[in-house]
């Protein structure tokens, strides 16, 4: 089980609280951080494909290294697509538009395939 999960649900509220009312900040931001914290530690460090996900942008910056003070709106992830069963430079070839299309919806459709089954 995450050891951010907080089964009871009013022991969660209570932590929303007494953060927000500390770090003077809404309760509905401190829930939001709490649920993205939460997904990131399933992802990065209880998934067996954990090393198939970059964690970039923002967010990253302030959880990862501190260098921004900032909650977070969204979370920022690649998926290395040879876990969908490219190669390494597949992605990067040169195509028509149209088969660069139908390739982009191919790799939408493994990567909502994979999220679905895997994670």
């Keep these: 089980m995450n050891k951010f999960y907080i089964e009871n649900k009013e022991d969660l509220r209570v932590l929303m609280v007494n953060t927000a009312r500390k770090r003077n900040i809404s309760e509905a931001v401190i829930e939001k951080d709490y649920w993205v914290t939460f997904i990131l530690d399933y992802l990065f460090n ?3 494909w954990r090393e198939y996900f970059t964690f970039k942008g923002g967010t990253s910056l ?23 069963g490219y190669e390494e430079k597949e992605p990067w070839l040169e195509r028509s538009n149209t088969k660069q299309d139908k390739f982009n919806k191919e ?9 679905r089954d895997e994670l």
């Excluded at 790799?107 to 999220?115: A, G, M, P, R």
């Design 107 to 115: 790799v939408n459709e493994k990567t909502e395939i994979f999220l």
């Design 62 to 84: 302030s959880k990862c290294f501190g260098l921004i003070e900032r909650f977070s709106e969204d979370i920022d992830l690649i998926l290395d697509w040879r876990v969908l």
């Design 46 to 48: 209880e998934n067996k």
